[in-house]
């Protein structure tokens, strides 16, 4: 049974940082590109950011390109989305996901999902 468990969000001032964590079960994780996508009540899943499997390539939405990094340690099953120069805008849960080899920034195209970490960022 895939697991993916995200952590490390909170409360933050406009202009802090934060780190978000999500540890994954039940995967090969070397194999799989891994991905955040955020959300807002009454909107969809919103692509944020996607590593391949290998670590080497990285894809950001333009809303957070330069302010927001991906990582992923293969050998603890986890993926890091470093998050800096936060915005209000930024304010969302977000959700850690993850497919075989290639990464998409279409939600439809993933099949397992977090239970997400709610990120709020104060103007």
């Known amino acids: 049974q895939v697991q993916l468990v995200e952590s490390g969000g909170g409360l933050v001032q406009a202009g802090g940082s934060l780190r978000l964590s999500c540890l994954a079960r039940?995967?090969?994780?070397?194999?799989?590109?891994l991905a955040w996508f955020r959300q807002t009540a009454g909107k969809e899943r919103e692509f944020v950011a996607a590593?391949?499997?290998?670590?080497?390539?990285?894809y950001y939405a333009d809303s957070v390109k330069g302010r927001f990094g991906i990582s992923r340690d293969n050998a603890k099953n986890t993926v890091y989305l470093q998050m800096n120069s936060l915005k209000p805008e930024d304010t969302a849960v977000y959700y850690c996901?993850?497919?075989?080899?290639?990464?998409?920034?279409?939600?439809?195209?993933?099949?397992?999902w977090g239970q997400g970490t709610q990120v709020t960022v104060s103007s």
């Open positions: 039940g995967l090969t994780f070397s194999t799989y590109a």
């Open positions: 590593v391949n499997w290998i670590g080497d390539s990285r």
């Open positions: 996901t993850g497919r075989i080899r290639t990464w998409s920034t279409s939600e439809a195209m993933y099949a397992y």
